[in-house]
């Protein structure tokens, strides 16, 4: 089945080592994204990648960042991890923009714990 | 932007009962404007989608109409299942060109034997 896949799907790091959790997808989609979920929070977007053209929403802090190497892979790093990153990250895809094309299919997510 | 009033949860109902989780929202344009689904420690799941005015987006039970005249997009199933317990959230997304889901702040439903 064509699908978005994550791992790992929970990541232990400590305060300040940098983290980098990954993304692929079977779907060929275009746009891929990361979106940052707090507990008992709505998922936030940091950013988004259609095909290599990168796009960062203004209040993404300068500590994530991400790479998209080829079609199917994308990575978020997280270089110096507060506490407050300890979240859930998820990834989407979606096949373009727009009518017909946006529905946005996730992964399973990454349960991110700081110590 | 966009923005989504959802029904404040948590809501708990009892197996078979009727489900009724309320979304309005302001956007511009037109819309297209799904249901997600987020089992306890999982992703979000598609639950279901529609696309313009009067559309009625199905999946597994759950229905919901877009109704862009009150614009409303209600999340609606005859009979629920311990199985259904978990957190919905509604999103419009604008139209062309468009990407970012707007997300409401999601419903928790607990479903009980």
């Known amino acids: 089945d064509a699908m978005v896949i994550q791992n790992p799907r929970y990541q232990v790091t400590q305060f300040g080592k940098p983290v980098t959790l990954s993304c692929s997808q079977t779907l060929n989609h275009n746009v891929m994204y990361w979106y940052q979920q707090k507990s008992s929070q709505a998922p936030k977007l940091l950013f988004h990648y259609y095909d290599k053209d990168f796009n960062n929403e203004a209040d993404t802090p300068d500590n994530f960042q991400s790479r998209r190497p080829n079609t199917s892979f994308c990575f978020l790093d997280i270089r110096s991890p507060g506490l407050g990153d300890a979240a859930m990250y998820l990834c989407a895809t979606s096949r373009s923009y727009g009518q017909g094309g946006d529905t946005q299919y996730f992964g399973p997510g990454t349960r991110l714990t700081v110590l | 932007g966009n923005s989504v009033t959802q029904m404040e949860g948590p809501v708990t109902l009892s197996e078979e009962a009727f489900l009724t989780i309320n979304c309005t929202y302001t956007?511009?344009?037109?819309?297209?404007l799904f249901w997600y689904v987020q089992y306890p420690g999982e992703g979000l799941q598609l639950l279901l989608k529609?696309?313009?005015?009067?559309d009625k987006g199905s999946n597994k039970g759950f229905e919901a109409t877009y109704r862009k005249e009150t614009t409303s997009f209600h999340l609606e199933k005859g009979s629920v299942q311990v199985s259904d317990s978990a957190v919905y959230f509604c999103?419009?997304?604008?139209?062309?060109?468009?990407?970012?889901?707007?997300f409401g702040k999601g419903t928790k439903l607990s479903v009980i034997p």
């Open positions: 529609a696309t313009k005015a009067d």
């Open positions: 999103a419009p997304l604008s139209g062309a060109g468009s990407y970012q889901l707007t």
């Open positions: 956007a511009t344009g037109y819309p297209s």
